[in-house]
């Protein structure tokens, strides 16, 4: 009894000594990692909607239509009181794990642009929709999320279609088009709704 | 010093744990369809393997036998949480790149095997020399799969372009099959490599007697 | 997300073994044989359910609330230990002749790649505790499946002629690539 109760000291001393070690370096790192977060979403805010000065929650207000997809924050966006667009991060399901994406609405009825925020997919497949370097055409360089832009939302959003997929990644490339398409016409339902003064 | 050396030597040649003990293979080939996610991986890995068969080798004396497992897994997975945290906070690309296979570092069988094998009879600064020979060994294999992987998979090393534009990528080596078609030709090499190096190792004794 | 879809994509689609290659070490070094494969595929099933059990709650009702997230990995691999050294008393106990031929490779267990990889994954993706458990299931048929395949294919390959320098374990690391080809195929099968 007592070599097993002097075993279990050892143990017990060796596992605080762990968690101490770890709460120590997590108080060191937790805000820094608390922070990429945030100013990546700031960061992707500013570059969809350059010309904005005031980014408002609206909670609850927008819902998709399709629920496997789900707004998780969305932004009314203006500049002097006069509104740009909408902004939605919105999250989906894809190959690897959850996406998110972070999508501009404009008031001309356009996407402003799409950012990719997290992406747990393969790399070097359905991870490269958010790689700087992977184009699906490569003579204009431009990226899986950067042929949104400019996109009006009255086109199909299908992927072969209208939309170019990422190379031997359609399940990736269909389940973001998806959440562009929904994060789309969530938005274009409520600028016409708050157009027509019905907020 | 020359001991040292000799320890240090052995894990990335001789006994290079992925192509000759053919141990931690798990996440060897995940990572290398890039060159960037490989370094970032072994590096991560040759951190958590010379702290652990630091702290071990230097409590050796104090471990009972029969709890010895245990404390190894606590010890190795705290180094393992300590580096994920500290890349998610200084390299948070490179760790949402590398995902689940981080933390999977804590089931890496090279670091539990030498722990076990050297760390917990040895003396810290030997611990420390085999640690670091695993552990880069572990390293420069992975740099070369994903090398390999890289250049034909996507034209690119480092995700600096270096096959001309006119080259095709072939997207096999990037995918599963490409993989462990890589790493079976690496492996049958190494078979090779080995049987060479023991000729010529056996070569000049016959000649002495 | 919808059961079905959870298990058929661990199953087959997103094959741990052949999709995601983890596991490897006990896929190349245990898939000796078929009737050895299934064996091992069983035990690692039940300790792979077990630990999404005791794992998912201890994360979403302990460490969350404690604030303790970052025990994640400290906790999540002693709850594995701790499981296989269970089985491996009760196995020892019950059912002795099991245990002796499954021998070493039981603690071996604990480092399978896989089963910490699922109780991760059960977090990332956000499952709840059915998903989990679903999840875990599909992983464990996956892996096991992947095992029998490839034993089988051993089990041929040992009366046949190969190339000198494919000899041995660059063998089934080719085989393993055609093996990861064919269920490339699986890709469209769930929308």
């Not at chain 1, 992977?134 to 209208?162: M, N």
């Not at chain 2, 996507?154 to 096999?172: D, S, V, W």
């Not at chain 3, 052949?18 to 064996?39: E, Q, W, Y």
Request: with cysteine.
């Amino acid at each position: 009894m007592k070599e097993t109760l002097k075993l279990g000291i050892v143990l017990a001393l060796f596992a605080a000594g762990a968690c101490v070690a770890l709460a120590l370096v997590y108080t060191i790192t937790g805000p820094t990692i608390e922070g990429h977060e945030t100013k990546q979403l700031e960061l992707s805010l500013k570059d969809l909607f350059p010309a904005a000065d005031s980014f408002r929650g609206l909670d609850g207000d927008l819902k998709p239509k399709d629920t496997s997809v789900k707004f998780d924050q969305t932004y009314e966006v203006t500049r002097a009181g006069a509104p740009l667009g909408v902004a939605i991060k919105v999250r989906g399901s894809s190959y690897g794990g959850d996406t998110t994406l972070l999508v501009g609405v404009g008031t001309d009825r356009r996407i402003t642009g799409v950012k990719v925020l997290d992406i747990k997919d393969t790399p070097g497949l359905g991870a490269n929709a958010k790689s700087p370097t992977y184009f699906v055409d490569k003579s204009t360089k431009t990226t899986f999320p950067g042929q949104f832009a400019g996109k009006p939302l009255s086109d199909p959003f299908e992927v072969k279609k209208d939309v170019v997929a990422i190379t031997a990644s359609t399940i990736t490339s269909k389940a973001l088009t998806n959440m562009v398409k929904q994060a789309g016409a969530a938005a274009l339902e409520y600028l016409e709704r708050s157009a027509q003064g019905g907020k | 010093m020359k001991r040292l050396a000799a320890i240090f030597v052995k894990g990335l040649v001789a006994e290079n744990p992925l192509l000759m003990l053919m141990i931690g293979l798990c996440s060897a080939l995940a990572v290398t369809t890039s060159v960037e996610n490989a370094i970032g991986m072994g590096l991560a890995m040759t951190f958590v393997i010379v702290f652990a068969e630091l702290v071990i080798s230097l409590f050796r004396n104090l471990i009972p036998n029969s709890v010895r497992i245990p404390t190894f897994i606590i010890v190795i997975a705290a180094f393992t949480t300590i580096i994920d945290l500290s890349m998610k906070a200084y390299f948070p690309e490179l760790s949402k790149s590398l995902g689940v296979f981080i933390p999977l570092i804590v089931v890496n069988c090279i670091i539990m095997g030498r722990v076990e094998a050297f760390a917990s009879k040895e003396k810290p600064l030997d611990a420390v020399a085999d640690a670091l020979g695993m552990g880069l060994g572990y390293t420069w294999v992975l740099m070369g799969i994903a090398a390999f992987r890289e250049l034909l998979g996507n034209g690119t090393l480092l995700n600096a372009q270096i096959m001309p534009e006119a080259f095709q990528p072939i997207l096999f080596f990037t995918l599963p099959p490409g993989g462990f078609l890589v790493f079976s030709l690496f492996i049958s090499f190494n078979i090779w490599l080995k049987r060479v190096l023991a000729r010529a190792d056996r070569a000049p004794v016959k000649e002495a007697a | 997300m919808n059961l079905a879809k959870i298990f058929i994509s661990a199953f087959l689609i997103d094959n741990i073994v052949l999709m995601r290659f983890i596991a490897l070490c006990p896929f190349i070094g245990m898939s000796v044989d078929v009737p050895k494969s299934f064996g091992m595929g069983l035990a690692v099933t039940f300790v792979m359910v077990m630990a999404t059990i005791v794992t998912w709650p201890l994360y979403h009702f302990v460490l969350i609330p404690l604030r303790i997230g970052f025990l994640q990995i400290l906790v999540f691999i002693l709850v594995i230990a701790t499981l296989v050294q269970l089985v491996e008393f009760f196995l020892k106990k019950q059912v002795p002749s099991l245990y002796g031929s499954m021998g070493i490779y039981l603690p071996l267990i604990t480092t399978n790649c896989a089963i910490l990889a699922v109780t991760f994954d059960n977090i990332t993706r956000g499952f709840n505790l059915v998903e989990s458990v679903v999840y875990a299931v599909g992983v464990a048929a996956g892996f096991l499946l992947s095992m029998v395949l490839l034993a089988g294919i051993r089990e041929r390959v040992r009366t046949s002629p190969i190339p000198e320098f494919l000899k041995g374990t660059p063998m089934l690391f080719a085989a393993t690539s055609l093996l990861a080809v064919a269920f490339m195929g699986f890709a469209g099968l769930v929308k």
